[in-house]
């Protein structure tokens, strides 16, 4: 099936699109390529608005520490008093739930180790300082899910030369 001029114009288009997107964005694996960024947003226990005083910057601190220790980075993080938002890029090796364990988990052990009198006055369950819930989404450095969705529709349809075709 032979394509028109315009559908190889727009295939060599989405091609040029996507490798832009993805050209400075990517990180190696020992046996990968991979951009995956999330966002995740968490409360405290109760939606308490406990993250204030000196807490804030020791949270940030102790998320950084997590994420050197496991390999992810952290590209931007905002601690306010009731939530916490973190925008991560990770790995393919963990999955979004895995992350958010791992920052909520240790975060949670070390702040009330560090913080116990403080937190205690509002958050008085024992061993508890975030709520159980999360909201995660995965973010894109620019390619939208239709261009990639495009993309991939088109596959077949470029035009690849079949076996007896290629030279010897």
Request: charged share 30%; net charge positive; hydrophobic share 35%.
């Amino acid at each position: 099936m032979a394509l028109s001029e315009t559908q190889l114009q727009r295939f060599e288009t989405l091609k040029a699109v996507l490798h832009y997107f993805y050209r400075d964005n990517t990180r190696s694996g020992s046996h990968s390529r991979h951009n995956i960024k999330y966002h995740f947003v968490w409360i405290p226990k109760y939606r308490r608005e406990v993250l204030v005083g000196k807490i804030p910057v020791r949270l940030k601190e102790i998320l950084e520490e997590i994420a050197k220790a496991y390999k992810f980075k952290i590209i931007a993080q905002e601690v306010m008093p009731d939530h916490i938002h973190v925008l991560v890029d990770a790995p393919p090796t963990y999955s979004p739930t895995k992350i958010v364990q791992l920052l909520k988990g240790i975060s949670s052990k070390k702040l009330r180790e560090e913080f116990l009198p403080q937190l205690k006055q509002y958050i008085w369950k024992e061993g508890v300082l975030w709520a159980t819930g999360y909201y995660v989404a995965s973010v894109s450095d620019g390619a939208t899910s239709d261009v990639v969705k495009e993309y991939i529709k088109t596959q077949w349809k470029r035009p690849y030369k079949v076996p007896d075709e290629f030279e010897k």
